[in-house]
């Protein structure tokens, strides 16, 4: 069965350096896609990020960016910049094209300190 | 229509009796998935609907645990006899295709507490 296992329940920041949440995950598939979400405190869910398994290249996203290693099966998230509004959970999470429905992992809790 | 919607925003219930959540998704979206997520975990799925057609059930959703989305817009997720394991947030999520290129559009979930 697919995992995904996040190693960091909790992160740490100061405003405006970059940090990076790791992210881990089992699959036997050689086509899939990740995704980043991000949780703030009482709201709903985001995408911040997705990445296509087939491609080499890194997702970017403004401020966020992944470092994706297919052989190492590890997909971690890059902020730089941090802002307050980045204070969340964020959910690293699987998902498979013949599927459909995404995995997600247990998060982690990001605090930005002004 | 401002995102997906779901009500109520927060349940608390007696254990043993049956409640009923509703989801609201996006216009148009014909993909509608229900996530539960306890705390400190991520949302595990539970279900989802591509239109009126409910695809794919986990083996978290008991017997006491159904579904609906009658005319292929909204949603309802019924528990029967709750039990203090039922307590959580049931989150909703719509998306407006098939497949895993189009982004899924959460709502703010409705947290069940049962006593």
């Known amino acids: 069965a697919q995992t995904v296992t996040q190693s960091q329940p909790e992160m740490s920041v100061q405003e405006a350096e970059t940090v990076t949440l790791s992210c881990t995950y089992d699959t036997s598939e050689s086509d899939y896609y990740l995704f980043w979400y991000k949780q703030p405190p009482s709201r709903q869910m985001i995408l911040v990020i997705r990445q296509e398994a087939y491609k080499q290249q890194n997702a970017t996203e403004n401020r966020f960016s992944v470092n994706f290693q297919k052989a190492a099966k590890s997909f971690s998230l890059k902020i730089s910049d941090s802002q307050l509004g980045d204070a969340a959970m964020y959910f690293c999470?699987?998902?498979?094209?013949?599927?459909?429905?995404?995995?997600f992992g247990p998060g982690t809790s990001l605090s930005v300190i002004p | 229509d401002t995102g997906v919607s779901q009500n109520p925003r927060h349940k608390i219930t007696k254990r043993g009796q049956n409640v009923t959540f509703r989801c609201d998704p996006i216009s148009e979206h014909n993909r509608l998935y229900w996530y539960r997520q306890t705390l400190g975990q991520g949302p595990e799925f539970l279900t989802y609907f591509q239109n009126e057609a409910q695809l794919e059930k986990s083996r978290l959703l008991s017997d006491r645990f159904s579904a609906e989305r009658p005319k292929g817009s909204f949603s309802t997720l019924e528990i029967q006899r709750t039990e203090q394991g039922d307590s959580a947030m049931y989150l909703c999520?719509?998306?407006?295709?098939?497949?895993?290129?189009?982004?899924?559009?959460f709502g703010q979930g409705t947290r069940l507490t049962v006593v």
């Open positions: 999470a699987y998902g498979e094209t013949s599927y459909d429905k995404v995995i």
């Open positions: 999520a719509s998306s407006p295709t098939t497949g895993l290129n189009t982004e899924a559009f």
